[in-house]
């Protein structure tokens, strides 16, 4: 990786908690920067029909139209919900398209992004505390489990709309991942981009005492590594403190407890 600072695009539906991005952006540093663009997303609502209309490429190449100014190294599509109802390979078809609409750029997605931080950490069980119904925080499961993962809990709290969603606090969020977490998960997974979280990520971890990976940090992280830019990070979550070089001892303990069968994820790299 050179000095020359990093450009990762982001698509992101509606209007929820895109204000993390620039909060990212700042504790991120070393000049990175993280444009966003918002898409148009149809119907707000977490509704399987709803869902594949909301990350129809053709939304997202409207957007893509919008981040040319800048000079993007990849560009990620910050939805977790809109990419893993399409399952693994449409979701792989997704940003596949969505690369080829960028003029060739690394693409991926929030969904792709929790599966690679995952291996990342050497977690191979994981929980999961969704904000979707609970028919929709199936797909996720089955996402992973497609990933090679093993989820160990997975609940949903049956709320609709992103904007509902945006409008919750930290306690909430706190609560939300204390709940959902099992003792034999490496790591608790938050997977809705419309929930903020950036501001709480270490203080989400030293609640449950393991790494806790939410929607918009490893969304961020994705781009970055897309990009190359794989420089470790403070405060914002045991993720950014392991790269392919520097491991934080959380993430070695993680590893030492997976199967000794590791997962060769076939997803964008």
Known sequence: MTDRSTTVG????????????????????????????????????????????????????????????????????????????????????????????????????????????AQALGVQRVAIGATYPEDVADYFVRFLQAAGLEVTQASGRGIITAAEVGTLGRQQVLELA????????????????????????DELEEALGKPVLTANQVSAWEGLRL?????PRDGLGSLFRCTDSHCTDAARTNSRRTNSRRTNLSAPA
Do not use: N
């Open 227 to 231: 990009a190359g830019d794989t420089r």
């Open 178 to 201: 204390r709940s959902d977490d099992h003792p034999d998960a490496g790591a608790v997974l938050l997977p809705d981009t419309a929930l903020h979280t950036a501001a709480w990520l």
């Open 10 to 117: 982001f698509l992101y539906p509606g209007y929820s908690a895109e204000d993390d991005y620039p909060l990212l952006e700042r504790k991120i540093g070393h000049g990175a920067r993280l444009p966003l663009v918002h898409t148009d997303m149809g119907e707000d609502a977490h509704r399987v029909d709803a869902l594949l209309e909301m990350g129809a490429v053709h939304r997202l190449a409207d957007g893509l139209i919008r981040l040319k100014e800048h000079d993007l190294d990849a560009v990620v599509w910050a939805c977790t919900s809109a990419s893993f109802i399409y399952g693994w390979d449409g979701a792989r078809r997704q940003v596949e398209e969505l690369s080829e609409a960028a003029g060739g750029l690394p693409a991926s997605s929030t969904s792709f992004a929790f599966a690679h931080a």
